[in-house]
């Protein structure tokens, strides 16, 4: 291994284990409230109902819970619905011992309008049956209505804009360090980066503008970003951050540390996975494609390197360039895909849905089971026709692990090798016979009919059918899809966090400069897929990071911050003589008073009220406050 790899691998590992530690020394300064008065013009732009700021926004739902506690509004209705959370994701016999404690603590307190909903809150509860569904919604209905209006007259709402305003902060790559390329795409490279602010590490997917341009790919750069930009889930990488360079536009990911499935098929000993992992990656990816198509986008690309690792051990979808969004009540065409993967609708252009989607699902629960994909060998020589006619019409053979391990049990017997390890490969060869060969059929064989394909139901997704089978639900693991949507549901392995699960970075391939092709700067697709952070993920890493708690400080008795009183308005900071020499200019007040006005951390900063119907300010309108950004 070449000392330039060493270095770059123990930079990045370095970056990425001291993550929190990794902050800007200029860090309060960058994430710097402005007055408020700068802030309130963005309410004409915002959204401002109750499902968008405290459903949907991270940040502004937990300034709406702060606001209960501190105004003692609504805390039984909150407590309420934070345990019906809990409920959902348990387990049978804990789902009982909440519900005991759900009924006497919060339904005589609560303002439920229909009676039939408080008595099916107390009928006993089902492990597959929301009993609580409708009085959240009722809860939900009277948090929305004069809570959240007192809400929104309350500094904590003001607190919000603050924070808007810092989201929408132009980003540019000097928001970023980079570390070590961890490889490369159709456009560019991929390499680690981490936010100077935050020290939150993500990869940035880098795509070069000229090579963009040479294959005329402006418009799948852009539809990739925003399909990216569109879906939240645990279960497909999320966008953060999207921007320019002179030379390339810029996608800022999750960083998803454990490597991608191909490699953990074929490169950790024997080609394929043990039956836990194969089951749940398996739910893992289901629930991805489950959410991606309730947003109406097929994805159209799934195979084992797209599926990505983090350091925990759980699953996401990853590279979504060749994903669609399909019309309502519509259908698509395009003969696009990785060979071997691609449905046999898509071999043979047919208008489809979200059908290959759970094609390629089969394919990947294959080729982790058998440790081939199915219908071609890894490193076969054959021709792109020859693969797709053994889509359209072979079916999937099973000579591989599957007999593999029925010849095993027949040596253990003739070497009397203990019963014990003759069960546990028993198991196995069970696992595969009874649980896997038939979810083959119903995806591969057989269902070459996409109408007919496990789901899918009158052109429609239908992952609840496969979510229901038995290849979830019996055998070695048991996926409680509450758990498993909720993140609390452990993978059973987890990556060395302290390897690089990536090539040396001499052994990636270089891009060849791009020659004969001019860049108009003034395109305006690169100005709409530079749109700077992403709502969600960036609240989320304010969140995540503990930015937010060392931030978000009122005053002493609980009461506004001077920079939350409307009537405080931040006179400019005081020039060092020097400066004042030497610039003169620094001097001119020319309606300084109105504008942002960024300081040192540590500076005291100087408000005086708001003076609009006097000549001069009065002496004792002058007040001297602390600077927020040493709270």
Known sequence: MEIENIVANQIFIKAREG??????????????FPHISVCLPLKEDLDLNYQYIVDQQPIGNRLFRQFCEATHLAQHSLAFYDRVIEFEISKEGKREEIHEDISPKYLDYLNLENCSTLESCRNPPSLFTNIFEDSIRETKKYLSQEPFRQFLESMYFKRYLQWKWLELAPVTKNTFRMYRVLGKGGFGEVCACQVKATGKMYAC????????????????????????????????????????????????????????????????????????????????????????????????????????LDEHGHVRISDLGLAIEVPEGGTITGRVGTVGYMAPEVVENKKYTYSPDWWGFGCLIYEMVEGKAPFRARRERVRREEVERRVRKDNESYEGKLSAFAECISLCREAAISCCLIQVVRSIHQFINDRCKPIFIEFLSVKKDPTQRLGMVRGESDAAAIKASNFFSAGPIFINFAQLEAGIFSPPFKPDRHAVYAKDVLDIEQFSTVKGVNLD???????????GSVSISWQTEMLEKKVFDELNVFDADGGPSDDLIEDLIPLPPVQPLWKQVLSPCCSKKNGDEQKQIRRIPGDTVTYRKNSRNKTSADINDIIVAPDLGHS
Request: charged share 30%; proline share 3%.
């Open 205 to 308: 997917k880098k795509l070069e503008k000229k090579r963009i341009k040479k294959r005329k790919g402006e418009n799948m750069a852009l539809n990739e970003k925003q399909i990216l930009q569109k879906v939240n889930s645990r279960f497909v990488v999320s966008l953060a951050y999207a921007f320019q360079t002179k030379d390339a536009l810029c996608l800022v990911l999750t960083l998803m540390n454990g490597g991608d499935l191909k490699f953990h098929i074929h490169n950790m000993g024997t080609a394929g996975l043990e039956p836990k992992r194969v089951i749940f990656y398996a739910a893992e990816i289901c629930c991805g494609l489950q959410h991606l198509h309730k947003n109406r986008i097929v994805y159209r690309d799934l195979k084992p390197e797209n599926i990505l």
């Open 19 to 32: 993550e929190g530690g990794k902050r800007s020394k200029k860090w309060r300064k960058i994430l710097e």
């Open 521 to 531: 700067p003034d395109d305006p697709r690169y100005n709409e897929f530079n749109s």
